[in-house]
């Protein structure tokens, strides 16, 4: 299984829909990450939690929300999906310590119609 | 604003070549670097991180170079092979905020 598990891995969804996308990690990592990836624009972070009582926006925060349920489920929410949502979405973690390497999920691709 | 930025974008190349990718950024207070791979249509997975303080990290035919004051980092990949084909991502951590900053990404393709 893998160690980050971002869940659903596709969605079509409608203008308006209300989505959540789910990650949950088994590396015991106390940091995660959503970020979403389109392309020519590369990987941009929308929100961060470096614990459970800590959630922080990313560069790209607008129209979407998070919820840090546990050390290791990370959720994240479009609460009224518009088309330019659509897009690659990841789930990441790392631990606290020094090194500050990423692991990422699988990824969750995104379509809204 | 810290930007990345990945030259070139592309890049196609014969099988057992020797290549080299690079990574420019603008503000020298990074925490360290790192270098992904991401295959179509999924996620990242991490080959090399540099701390601030190394010049250098090795695995394999891989080796990634850190020049912190230049603002520059290279990924060397010795006789490339077809299954090195892939989007080859970096990305820096600022001090201070221990988030991570990417490029565009170097689209490879190594032809057998």
């Known amino acids: 299984d893998a160690d980050v598990t971002q869940t659903p891995r596709n969605r079509i969804t409608k203008t308006g829909k209300r989505i959540m996308l789910e990650c949950s990690q088994t590396?015991?990592?106390?940091?995660m990450y959503w970020y979403r990836q389109d392309p020519g624009l590369g990987l941009r972070l929308i929100y961060y939690s470096f614990d459970v009582k800590d959630i922080n926006k990313g560069e790209i925060s607008d129209g979407y929300s998070v919820s840090r349920q546990a050390q290791a489920k990370f959720s994240l929410s479009l609460e009224s999906a518009i088309p330019n949502q659509t897009a690659l979405y990841f789930c990441?973690?790392?631990?606290?310590?020094?090194?500050?390497?990423?692991?990422f999920g699988e990824g969750s691709r995104l379509t809204v119609l | 604003k810290q930007e990345v930025t990945q030259i070139p974008a592309a890049l196609s190349v014969p099988e057992g070549e020797n290549l080299v990718l690079n990574c420019s950024f603008t503000d020298s207070a990074i925490y360290n670097l790192q270098w992904f791979r991401q295959d179509p249509g999924k996620g990242l997975t991490s080959l090399l991180l540099?701390?601030?303080?190394?010049r250098e990290q090795t695995s394999g035919r891989l080796n990634a170079s850190l020049d912190k004051s230049s603002g520059r980092s290279t990924l060397y990949i010795a006789a490339s092979q077809p299954g090195d084909s892939a989007t080859y991502l970096c990305a820096v951590t600022n001090t201070g905020f221990q988030k991570l900053v990417f490029g565009t990404g170097t689209r490879l393709l190594v032809s057998p």
């Open positions: 990441a973690t790392s631990v606290a310590a020094n090194t500050g390497e990423l692991f």
């Open positions: 540099i701390q601030s303080s190394q």
């Open positions: 590396k015991g990592h106390d940091r």
